[in-house]
């Protein structure tokens, strides 16, 4: 929120003038940690593997209401590090067993695709 209204201001803009709302590029990521096995206890069996599913946001846009072209108002200036990507999901499975990841990952599909045509409303 601090990055989004510090480029209104550098773009200078008044959060008001921002009523048509704001374009959001998202990355997401759906990667394999690799073995994640304990060597040592006696619990139960669980796979060696694991995956982590994790989005970032990569740049904000805004259409002013006097404005023809949109204004990049936040861009993540480090979008591959792990400290600007927000995991969804974390799964101990292989990433090769694609029947399981479809089963897990099926509910955050659908939220993402029920959320591409829906509002988001940000008091400032």
């Given at each position: 929120?601090?990055?989004?209204?510090?480029?209104?201001?550098?773009?200078?803009?008044?959060?008001?003038?921002?009523?048509?709302?704001?374009?959001?590029?998202?990355?997401?990521?759906?990667d394999g940690m690799?073995?994640?096995?304990?060597?040592?206890?006696?619990?139960?069996?669980?796979?060696?593997?694991?995956?982590?599913?994790?989005?970032?946001?990569?740049?904000?846009?805004?259409?002013?209401?006097?404005?023809?072209?949109?204004?990049?108002?936040?861009?993540?200036?480090?979008?591959?590090?792990?400290?600007?990507?927000?995991?969804?999901?974390?799964?101990?499975?292989?990433?090769?067993?694609?029947?399981?990841?479809?089963?897990?990952?099926?509910?955050?599909?659908?939220?993402?695709?029920?959320?591409?045509?829906?509002?988001?409303?940000?008091?400032?």
């Amino acid at each position: 929120e601090e990055d989004i209204m510090e480029g209104l201001r550098e773009s200078g803009m008044e959060d008001s003038a921002c009523t048509s709302g704001f374009s959001v590029m998202i990355k997401e990521c759906c990667d394999g940690m690799g073995d994640v096995s304990e060597k040592h206890g006696g619990g139960p069996v669980v796979p060696e593997k694991a995956v982590r599913f994790s989005f970032t946001v990569m740049s904000v846009s805004v259409l002013a209401d006097d404005e023809e072209e949109e204004v990049t108002i936040f861009t993540e200036p480090k979008p591959n590090s792990e400290l600007s990507c927000k995991p969804l999901c974390l799964m101990f499975v292989d990433e090769s067993d694609h029947e399981t990841l479809t089963a897990v990952l099926g509910p955050i599909v659908a939220e993402r695709k029920a959320m591409k045509e829906s509002r988001l409303i940000l008091s400032m």
